[in-house]
């Protein structure tokens, strides 16, 4: 596709529910990235995928929170268990990853989560 | 200490003025830097990407990285209303794969 495409665009949960974003990113795109943006506030890490693995996922805030990345295409993160604190929009983020590249990011239009 | 820090805003300039946006960052390592911008409710869009000393231009946007000073701006010249947004700063540590570290971003408004 022309650029990166999360689902859905907009979802409301109630407190204790299972959600599960999915993010499809730019054709030819191995690294994918999950951020997450309070109200008000700046980007905030999750994890990112290089092919299907996670070399980093140091910014999952809690075991609540997985993601999984198949085919080196559509990546999903699910959080169980949700709370109101999860309310944030979800971003995914795709980049070239080219060896000596400069791995620019790219950035979908996120997924605006609300727990009530 | 922040990784990444911005001035604090809001910035507000005229239409045709100067907008300057500022942007420290922490990890003395750190050799990516992008800076991009937010329309309120729309996901951040690249502006401009620096990664050696000095200044790079492009169109209206100048970004200048100065890495002894671990710090880097952007200037927007001829500021127009359509540049109203919010401008965040990111940093890498890497130049290949690697999570970005974002600003808090600051709010620009530009007035006609």
């Known amino acids: 596709g022309a650029g990166v495409s999360q689902s859905p665009s907009n979802k409301v949960t109630e407190k204790g529910k299972d959600v599960e974003l999915r993010c499809d990113p730019i054709s030819g795109h191995t690294a994918l990235y999950w951020y997450r943006q309070r109200l008000g506030q700046g980007l905030e890490f999750l994890i990112y995928?290089?092919?299907?693995?996670?070399?980093?996922k140091s910014g999952l805030p809690s075991d609540r929170f997985s993601a999984e990345r198949t085919g080196e295409s559509v990546s999903t993160l699910t959080i169980q268990r949700t709370q109101q604190e999860d309310s944030a929009v979800y971003l995914c983020?795709?980049?070239?990853?080219?060896?000596?590249?400069?791995?620019?990011?790219?950035f979908g239009p996120g997924t605006r989560l609300t727990v009530l | 200490q922040k990784e990444v820090e911005q001035n604090s805003g809001p910035l507000s300039v005229p239409e045709g003025a100067i907008a300057s946006l500022n942007c420290t960052y922490s990890d003395r390592g750190s050799q990516s830097f992008f800076w991009y911008r937010q329309y309120s409710g729309k996901s951040p869009e690249l502006i401009m990407s620096i990664y050696s000393n000095g200044d790079k231009e492009d169109g209206r946007f100048t970004a200048q990285l100065n890495k002894a000073s671990q710090y880097v701006s952007l200037l927007i010249r001829d500021s127009q209303p359509s540049d109203s947004a919010t401008y965040l700063c990111?940093?890498?540590?890497?130049?290949?794969?690697?999570?970005?570290?974002f600003g808090r971003g600051t709010q620009l408004t530009v007035w006609p």
């Open positions: 995928f290089q092919g299907n693995s996670a070399p980093d």
């Open positions: 983020a795709s980049s070239l990853a080219g060896q000596g590249g400069t791995d620019t990011q790219y």
């Open positions: 990111a940093v890498k540590r890497g130049s290949t794969l690697g999570r970005l570290y």
